[in-house]
């Protein structure tokens, strides 16, 4: 089992930042972990995923060169660096993690990804 406890949302004005964190505990053998967002009215979304094996990133577009994210093994914590942020950046970001393999294609899908924190809600107003 993998519990993923996110923090660090919060509410911004346009072009604010904020970092949010995800600490995992259990088993914390993972394949890659990472960052989706829902907002209300829309489909889950995949914004940045991390592969631990190789360290590889990978972004939606949407947040490319705005969002970085990184791990720090020591804590076993995931972390999503949010700049520049935009009102279309609102939404619940949820930590996902996957102690299996997942295959590059399937990067953004969800359901590839069995363990899910309880989110935490980004704001940004203009």
């Known amino acids: 089992q993998v519990r993923l406890v996110e923090s660090g949302g919060g509410s911004v004005q346009v072009g604010g930042s904020l970092r949010l964190s995800c600490a995992a505990s259990?088993?914390?053998?993972?394949?890659?972990w990472g960052w989706f967002r829902q907002a209300p009215g829309k489909e889950r979304e995949g914004v940045a995923v991390f592969y631990t094996g190789g360290g590889s990133t990978y972004y939606a577009d949407s947040v490319k060169g705005r969002f970085t994210i990184s791990q720090d093994n020591a804590k076993n914590t995931l972390y999503l660096q949010m700049n520049s942020l935009k009102p279309e950046d609102t939404a619940m970001y949820y930590c996902a993690a996957s102690r299996y393999p997942v295959a590059l294609s399937e990067t953004w899908k969800s359901v590839r990804y069995y363990y899910w924190g309880q989110g935490t809600q980004v704001t940004v107003s203009s």
């Open positions: 259990g088993s914390t053998s993972l394949w890659s």
